[in-house]
């Protein structure tokens, strides 16, 4: 208390010096506050929609499909599966794909493609493939009266291949049984831009694709969506349990979106690191300059520290006092800090600022800047703020505790 | 008895080669327990410079100092702040009171680092600041008191603690000859009735009258010593 009553009559003493200590440290905090708010928030929307697009937040593969895909490894799918495993808590959508490759054929060309087995109606809930068509209309899932499948092609396929909507389609390739398969699709929509991941696909009903791979009621992987990408470890753990409980003969596996798409997810996180890099340089600076105000505060005390040691306080006492001093101005300069980041991180949050140029990843496009409103945006500032005050006092602290009092008073 | 402060051989010099100065030269002083005593000599003879060593203030360049039989080179940081606060009252040549806090905080800066409860605190400071005629100011800060009102402030901070000794500074130096006494009569019966020991330095006659003992300094080395009953 003592101290404590002491340091705050010492920061009120020369309050223009106080107030720039608190207004640099109050900046570094805002903008450091603001700067995780949008990185966060940025990324947060770049994962949730990639997570959506691509991978689900969990998949439930046979073991080793997800990182060495085949044709050969598949898991039981079944409205009654897909139903159960949409009971789950957490759980908001279900589909089921098929993935292999093919050769297709147009007029006159052949081209090598991607074939991605969906169910229309489920796959369009959960992912963006129905945001995605950029001619003619997404999958009805139904053949039609001359018993032929609809398909949606990638542009560069259908330029390759010289095919447009209504227009037939071959595919040819290998049947799970290792059997000849080749089919008939007719084109019901063209997905993307030639440039887009999509330019080399080709779509088709989970129906149409098991019977072209000759895997009836299989599918290659099990999609799941939770609530949001953040919780994928927590679903992960509860999905494996019902995965174990449902097929308890099997090893089928849940997996996390950061293990399905690792090597992505190591770069976005490497990438967010990297950005963080701004963060401490701004910091270093702010440091330096309140480095310096609290060596001038001590040095211009250094006789008082002087009287204050002689008349009998520790030295341990007067290193806490100015670190208890830099602590303060710290804590004020995070409350206001605080006070000021909070609207403009929940308005980052619901406007956010415009790109100078709109990002389009896969037909979805981003066109702003977002925030994230989170207790972590605010807390982890003041934590690097409070921790660089105690090492900012370090110094300055140590200097006071070491004084020897008759050569301090000398200055007074 | 053993001494309370003793010094042993004790020098200080400063600077080096041509520009050294042997401030304090083999000075060895044993201060027991109830003295009164004097340090007396003219201006730079070093008197500032020995009561700075005895109270621990600063370092010898040769010889050693001791507190309560311990050396004081043989003490931590710690220890000898403690004992400083424990046992050592300082009334300082320039006051150097601590101008952030009022003249009853000064006073009970002390009490508040060795632990003392508030109420005994504030009772004892309430007494003391009463005692050298500062009733009413207690809650005035260093910059809004005469110099010898500040001088007052420092001799009750000194005090209200109870060391077992003060060591002042020529503490009657910038008060009027009325103050001055009025304090070293304060002093002089602090050191009858309950035993406390001072060490001054001082110009002042009225001091060296009242004085059990006189050691007289000149050029840093005691040039004579007085005992009086
Ligand atoms: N920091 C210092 N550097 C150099 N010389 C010093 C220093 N402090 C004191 N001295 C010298 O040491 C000698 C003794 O000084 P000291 O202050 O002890 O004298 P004093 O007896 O207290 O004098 P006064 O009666 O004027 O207060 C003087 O010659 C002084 O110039
Ligand atoms: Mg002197």
Request: hydrophobic content about 45%.
């Amino acid at each position: 208390m003592l101290m404590l009553k002491l340091a705050f009559r010492n920061i009120l003493r020369n309050r223009r010096r106080t107030i720039l200590t608190i207004l640099s440290m109050f900046g570094g905090y805002v903008l450091m506050s603001v700067q995780l708010s949008v990185t966060e928030g940025s990324y947060d929307q770049m994962l949730e929609f990639y997570t959506k697009d691509t991978t689900g937040h969990v998949q439930i593969t046979t073991p080793g499909f997800v990182e060495r895909p085949t044709l050969y490894k598949s898991v039981p799918v079944s409205e009654d599966i897909m139903s159960a495993l949409s009971e789950q808590p957490d759980v908001q959508a279900v589909t089921a794909r098929i993935e292999s490759s093919a050769l297709a054929y147009g007029d006159t060309k052949s081209f090598p493609v991607e074939v991605k087995g969906v169910h229309p109606g489920r796959e369009a809930d959960l992912s963006y493939l129905a945001d995605k068509v950029s001619e003619g209309d997404y999958l009805t899932g139904d053949p039609d009266s001359d018993g032929y499948y609809e398909a949606m092609i990638g542009a560069q396929a259908a330029r390759q291949l010289n095919l447009g909507i209504g227009d037939e389609l071959v595919l040819i390739s290998q049947g799970a049984d290792g059997s000849l398969a080749n089919d008939l699709y007719r084109i019901s929509a063209i997905l993307g831009q030639p440039e887009d991941a999509e330019a080399r696909w080709v779509v088709l009903p989970l129906a149409a694709a098991q019977a072209f791979y000759v895997m009836p009621g299989e599918a290659h992987r099990l999609i799941v969506l939770g609530r949001n990408h953040h919780q994928a470890r927590t679903l992960e753990t509860q999905l494996q349990n019902w995965v174990d409980n449902r097929w308890p003969e099997s090893d089928y596996r849940a997996t996390a979106w950061q293990d399905v798409a690792k090597d992505f997810y190591r770069t976005m996180q490497a990438d967010k690191e990297g950005g963080q890099v701004t963060l401490y340089i701004l910091v270093f600076l702010v440091c330096i300059g309140v480095l310096n105000t609290v060596l001038m505060s001590v040095m211009e005390r250094t006789g008082e520290f002087g009287v204050l040691k002689a008349i009998g306080t520790s030295p341990s006492r007067l290193f806490w006092l100015i670190v208890l001093e830099t602590l303060v101005l710290a804590f004020s300069a995070c409350v206001i800090g605080v006070l000021a980041a909070w609207p403009i991180n929940a308005w980052f949050t619901a406007v956010g600022i415009e790109m100078a140029e709109p990002m389009e990843i896969s037909g979805i496009v981003f066109s702003h800047y977002k925030g994230q409103l989170s207790w972590y945006v605010f807390a982890y500032p003041a934590v690097v703020i409070l921790l660089a005050a105690v090492i900012i006092a370090l110094m300055p602290g140590l200097r006071a505790a070491r004084i020897v009092p008759v050569d301090a008073m000398r200055t007074l | 008895m053993n001494p309370v402060i003793e010094t042993r051989q004790a020098s200080r010099h400063y600077g080096e080669g041509d520009t050294l100065v042997k401030a304090l030269d083999e000075v060895s002083l044993q201060i027991q327990p109830g003295e009164f005593t004097a340090i007396v000599g003219p201006s730079g003879s070093g008197k500032s410079t020995l009561l700075q060593l005895v109270g621990g203030l600063d370092i010898p360049s040769e010889g050693s100092i001791h507190l309560s039989g311990k050396a004081i080179s043989q003490m931590s940081g710690r220890e000898l702040s403690d004992f400083r606060r424990d046992h050592i009252g300082f009334i300082f040549q320039a006051y150097n009171l601590i101008p952030v806090l009022t003249a009853a905080e000064n006073c009970e800066y002390i009490m508040l680092l060795q632990g003392i409860a508030e109420k005994e605190r504030r009772e004892r400071v309430r007494a003391m600041l009463e005692r050298v005629g500062l009733g009413g100011k207690e809650n005035r800060r260093p910059n809004q008191l005469s110099g010898g009102q500040q001088q007052r402030v420092a001799v009750a901070r000194a005090m209200v603690s109870q060391p077992d000794i003060i060591l002042a500074d020529e503490p009657t130096a910038n008060l009027d000859s009325q103050t001055g006494a009025d304090l070293l009569d304060m002093m002089h019966e602090l050191n009858r009735k309950e035993g406390m020991t001072f060490v001054f330095s001082t110009h002042d006659p009225m001091i060296m009258e009242r004085a059990t003992r006189l050691v007289h300094l000149r050029d840093g080395r005691i040039e004579q010593e007085e005992h009086r009953a």
